[in-house]
């Protein structure tokens, strides 16, 4: 996984007009970044159709949710949004006659309508599910207000039951609760893993413990379930999300729309809010819920850009790069100087690999909206090209100008990522730690710190810390890690501890694919060293088959190696280093890779690197890359 995937910066913009005067006059607070350090030319090369104004061909084929809004003018104020539109490989799970389509609860079942499935298609062609008693004609105008009111009181009234409408895990106790996502992990992991279904079952029921402390409690009920809500304001500006507290946000929100369920902004921010608390929470069920805010809002006012770069953020936080292009490109041409829009489109080219376009979006973003998140995402694009003094240079400026709590997380948590890639370990904890006394519960910075205490020999505070990491978020990169501590720490009962970590990982894959997310590389890096290696193949043959980047060239080239293809595998690990990106564990596997195909010399230089660069990279791989080094000599 590319470490900006999960952790892109929190969008902290109050509005999306124009600044005043022309484009090449921009100016805000601080020094843009193209200002503080572009002294090399960016090459030209660029597909047709890559910048805001000019959208990439076939972009508007994809007609997404938001453009089909005619045929059903009941749609967004009745409880009847239909769980019809989840897929078949993903049934819906506990849902009765009386769950509304709430937008905002925490029960509610995926919805997978992507850009290319218009919601109106999954509406007219698959029956309602969900009915109530008096179906209102679409078009009874007499009829719409009541509606409205009743079904917006009705999705906060119904959010309150989180842990009642769950199952007991049986041996489990009452701490074992199960819910609809903890269902969908078993059924679909019992398929690919029968020989592990025994453990797999215990560590379901771990990852249900830790989802429904971490999200479906501190979540739903912080939702409106049973809080006392303040009066709503009579309008929602997207700055209530950098206010930091994120939770109190998205309550205030829901409060406010169902005062004004009409209001397409506030379901908009409503739709963002969800997205960066999936973020911030490790907890990819807030993605459908996300989704159908989205929706709601495009079905209240078609093309509205905040709705569409929402619909980007959302398309790129589940891996679907390609329809977060797409929508981005739509919200650039309804407003070009939409910050989550040009963001969104940064992280989209990065991550489909193309570098050089993605580079052009940068210094565009730059000139427009110059700040947090466009500063972070210019940085990280810098710092794959292995212009590490740029990239940290940009991300100093973007934390002399952060003010939010969750902005100076965000970027101080990027420098301590920078400097450990870079072996700084000191470096890395002091920025760690000014992360966590804005906010102690961020995700990236704990596991950070965790992970550099590791790389200074404190294995007992880096397990103690990773431990705290995946109690909270069980996500896979934190789940290996100490499954690979626990491994190097060689304690009796640490090769069981290691064992439930990598099956962890696999109820988090099936989990998030269960809501709409694409997990192939988290398959294929877990499964390669920990897992079913043929499984780690095939998902990363499927990823690169979609996106061409450092990250995926990397995986697929670990996984051909470890099923012992590596004239086949030595192409891809060359082409993970070729950008000079500073990785050492890209530098690790290609060693490794060149080692077991005959060429000791590359080896040697390869594995030396490795180890010069960021010589605690792995806790495990460093060791492995240390004694192949030493028995090369």
């Not at 990250?551 to 004239?567: F, I, Y």
Request: net charge negative; charged share 25%.
């Amino acid at each position: 996984m590319s470490p900006r995937t999960n952790d892109s910066a929190p969008e902290s913009d109050g509005g999306e007009q124009p600044p005043a005067g022309p484009e090449a006059g921009t100016a805000k607070a601080g020094t843009p970044a193209s200002a503080i350090g572009t002294a090399e030319a960016m090459p030209e090369k660029s597909a047709a159709g890559t910048t805001p104004e000019e959208p990439s061909a076939g972009t508007t084929a994809e007609e997404p949710a938001a453009d089909a809004t005619a045929e059903e003018p009941a749609a967004d104020i009745t409880p009847e949004e239909p769980a019809a539109e989840a897929t078949t490989e993903e049934p819906q799970v506990g849902t009765t006659a009386q769950e509304p389509a709430a937008d905002i609860t925490a029960q509610e079942p995926a919805a997978d309508i992507t850009p290319e499935e218009p919601a109106a298609e999954a509406t007219t062609e698959e029956p309602q599910v969900v009915t109530t008693t008096q179906e209102l004609p679409a078009g009874a105008p007499a009829q719409e207000a009541p509606a409205q009111e009743a079904a917006a009181q009705e999705d906060v009234a119904q959010e309150a039951p989180a842990q009642e409408d769950v199952a007991q895990v049986p041996g489990s106790g009452a701490a074992g609760v199960l819910d609809e996502r903890v269902v969908a992990v078993r059924r679909l992991s019992v398929s690919g893993r029968r020989r592990r279904a025994a453990q797999l079952g215990f560590c379901a029921a771990a990852l249900a413990v830790a989802l429904t402390a971490g999200a479906v409690v501190l979540g739903a009920v912080r939702d409106g379930g049973t809080a006392n809500v303040a009066a709503a304001p009579v309008a929602v500006s997207p700055q209530l999300l950098a206010s930091g507290d994120l939770d109190a946000s998205i309550t205030s929100l829901q409060a406010h729309l169902r005062a004004q369920p009409k209001d397409f902004g506030g379901w908009a921010t409503l739709g963002l809010a969800y997205i960066e608390q999936a973020r911030t929470k490790g907890d990819p069920s807030r993605y459908p819920q996300a989704q159908r805010a989205l929706d709601r809002s495009l079905r209240l006012r078609p093309d509205n850009d905040p709705a569409l770069a929402g619909r980007a953020a959302l398309a790129a936080a589940r891996h679907d790069f390609h329809g977060a292009l797409t929508y981005a490109d739509r919200a650039l041409k309804q407003n070009p100087y939409s910050e989550r829009a040009l963001s969104s489109r940064i992280d989209a080219l990065v991550e489909l690999g193309r570098y050089d376009d993605a580079s052009k979006a940068a210094d565009v973003a730059d000139r427009r909206r110059p700040g947090v998140p466009v500063f972070t995402r210019y940085a990280y694009v810098r710092e794959l090209r292995g212009d590490v003094k740029t990239a940290r240079r940009v991300l100093e400026q973007a934390l002399s100008s952060a003010t939010s709590r969750g902005d100076i997380s965000y970027v101080a948590s990027a420098l301590g990522q920078l400097s450990w890639n870079q072996g700084e370990y000191k470096t890395a904890l002091t920025y760690y730690a000014r992360a966590l006394a804005a906010d102690d519960s961020y995700l990236p910075a704990l596991e950070g710190r965790a992970r550099a205490l590791a790389a200074q020999g404190d294995s007992a505070a880096a397990i103690r810390g990773m431990e705290q990491v995946v109690e909270r978020f069980p996500l896979p990169q934190p789940l290996v890690e100490l499954g690979e501590l626990y491994e190097a720490r060689g304690k009796e009962g640490d090769p069981q501890k290691a064992r439930d970590q990598y099956a962890l990982v696999d109820a988090w894959v099936a989990l998030a694919r269960a809501n709409g997310v694409n997990a192939d590389l988290d398959t294929a890096l877990a499964a390669a060293d920990h897992g079913d290696r043929k499984a780690a193949l095939k998902a990363a043959r499927a990823e690169w088959a979609r996106r061409h980047t450092v990250h995926t060239a990397d995986a697929l080239a670990w996984a051909l190696h470890v099923n012992g293809r590596d004239k086949e595998a030595l192409p891809y690990a060359r082409r993970a280093t070729a950008t000079g990106y500073h990785n050492a564990s890209f530098l690790y596997h290609r060693g490794m890779i060149e080692r077991a195909a005959g060429d000791a010399k590359e080896a040697r230089a390869s594995l030396k690197s490795a180890l010069d660069l960021n010589p605690g990279f792995s806790s495990l791989g460093a060791r492995k890359a240390r004694t192949a080094l030493g028995a090369a000599k």
